[in-house]
């Protein structure tokens, strides 16, 4: 069983959706969690950071942590075209290096 | 600018002809580490280094050198490639190692 697991999708959602990307993980120490974006042809790039359990929202994105259940979610409040791309988690106990997710293609039709 | 550059950027060659993949950042991170990204499988380390002369293998790295002679440098070396390593090759560094990592932009590798 992977570390942390991620649906790959594709994940198709037609322009101001409400889209839900989601990872669940095994490792009980884990306590920083960050979504990572990649466009086609570059690198990943991070979006969100989140410390512990909790919320985080950053304009049209929310991110969400609950630990009790090893589970991470990433909200995008009306998606756009220029939100497709790949979408990879990453999360890591103090001291330790990230584990990564396998990403999730998202693709936003206009 | 802070930034992570890799080159080439696009390399293609034959079973076993060496080459090294060039990354520097100009951020004074400690850390510096090695991905490749193949279809399904994600992100997979292939070495990492925390510091100076400090290097050590990830989940990947057979088939792979390292090595970490001045903060901001950290070559990849295939020293004799084969067609399994057909990957796109990411470096990245952070501050610490649990730290985000700032990726560079890629290198897409094709070994015929």
């Known amino acids: 069983q992977k570390e942390v697991e991620q649906d790959p999708g594709p994940l198709s959602v037609p322009e101001g959706a409400i889209v839900s990307l989601n990872c669940t993980y095994s490792n009980s120490a884990f306590q920083y969690f960050m979504w990572y974006r990649q466009y086609s042809r570059k690198g990943p790039e991070l979006l969100m950071y989140?410390?512990?359990?909790g919320n985080k929202e950053d304009g049209r994105f929310t991110a969400q942590v609950d630990k009790s259940s090893k589970y991470i979610s990433l909200f995008i409040r009306d998606s756009q075209p220029s939100d497709s791309a790949t979408y990879l988690c990453?999360?890591?106990?103090?001291?330790?290096?990230?584990?990564f997710g396998a990403g999730t293609i998202l693709r936003v039709k206009s | 600018e802070a930034q992570v550059t890799q080159n080439p950027r696009y390399l293609i060659t034959v079973t076993g002809k060496k080459l090294t993949v060039t990354c520097s950042q100009n951020?004074?991170?400690?850390?510096m580490s090695w991905y490749r990204q193949d279809p399904g499988l994600g992100l997979r380390q292939i070495y990492y280094?925390?510091?100076?002369?400090?290097?050590d293998k990830g989940d990947v790295p057979e088939g792979y050198k390292v090595s970490r002679k001045e903060k901001r440098n950290f070559p990849l070396i295939l020293e004799s490639p084969s067609p399994n390593q057909t990957s796109l090759y990411f470096c990245?560094?952070?501050?610490?190692?649990?730290?985000?990592?700032?990726f560079g932009p890629g290198t897409r590798l094709t070994v015929l």
């Open positions: 989140t410390y512990s359990s």
């Open positions: 990453a999360m890591s106990a103090y001291g330790n290096k990230l584990v």
């Open positions: 951020m004074n991170h400690e850390y």
């Open positions: 990245a560094s952070s501050p610490l190692i649990a730290d985000t990592q700032y």
């Open positions: 280094s925390m510091n100076v002369e400090a290097t």
